[in-house]
Structure formats: structure tokens, C-alpha cells
């Protein structure tokens, strides 16, 4: 099984950018379609983004939608989550997914194989 570890959380005013990174070990994050998941307090969890095996493919949750980015890198086993233009709503432990056998594009949670330990994002106005 694959583990992840998050990194690049931080404290971020209105209109900044972060970028959040995903480090594979134990397979290579090629065998997985790869997602971002946040969790606001109170709040479900809910999907961001997600990038098939190959890259090809790559799917927003319309609130971030022309703003975040994801990308993923086979040579450093690592995906990313490039977040621009941040608002305050976008504040939230964000986790990084591993699926192996996807059942969608967006994935699906009770699908997901691996979770990291989330890495916090706030955004303040």
C-alpha cells in the first residue's frame, strides 16, 4: 500500500497562492488516480481535484474551478495542488488520495485506498 505525506499548508491572505505537495512511498503513484480532498471545520469532507494514472485527465469541483491546478510528477512521485487567487472558503485541512481502481474521474471516497494526515490551509480575508 501506498503511503502519502503532505507538505506546503500554510497561513495565506485573500488572493495569495500556495502550493500543496503529496510525496509517494512504498509504489510508485503511477498504479493511482490521485485526488485532493478539504475539510473545513463543521463540515464534510469534500472533493478538490483529481488526475488520472497517466495525467491525461484531470477534474475540479466547481468552487475551485480556473483557480487551483493539479499536477502530478512519476520522476519525483509526487503530486501537487497548485491553489491560486485563495479565499477565505478555501480554508481547510486538505488530504491527498491514492486510488487504485478508480469507479470515476472525481473519485469517489469510499474508493480511496491511501490517505495522508492532511495538511492546513487558511486563508484569512
Known amino acids: 500500500q501506498v503511503q502519502l505525506v503532505e507538505s506546503g499548508g500554510g497561513l495565506v491572505q485573500a488572493g495569495g497562492s500556495l502550493r500543496l505537495s503529496c510525496a509517494a512511498s512504498?509504489?510508485?503513484?503511477?498504479?493511482?488516480?490521485m485526488g485532493w480532498f478539504r475539510q473545513a471545520p463543521g463540515k464534510e469532507r469534500e472533493f478538490v481535484a483529481a488526475?488520472?494514472?497517466?495525467?491525461?485527465?484531470?477534474y475540479y469541483a466547481d468552487s475551485v474551478k480556473g483557480r487551483f491546478t493539479i499536477s502530478r510528477n512519476t520522476a519525483k512521485n509526487t503530486v501537487y495542488l497548485q491553489m491560486n487567487s485563495l479565499k477565505p472558503e478555501d480554508t481547510a485541512v486538505y488530504y491527498c488520495?491514492?486510488?487504485?481502481?478508480?469507479?470515476?474521474?472525481?473519485?469517489?471516497?469510499?474508493?480511496?485506498?491511501?490517505w495522508g494526515q492532511g495538511t492546513q490551509v487558511t486563508v484569512s480575508s
Open positions: 488526475i488520472s494514472r497517466s495525467g491525461g485527465s484531470r
Open positions: 488520495a491514492a486510488d487504485e481502481y478508480p469507479m470515476g474521474g472525481r473519485l469517489a471516497q469510499n474508493s480511496i485506498d491511501s
Open positions: 512504498g509504489r510508485t503513484l503511477s498504479n493511482y488516480a
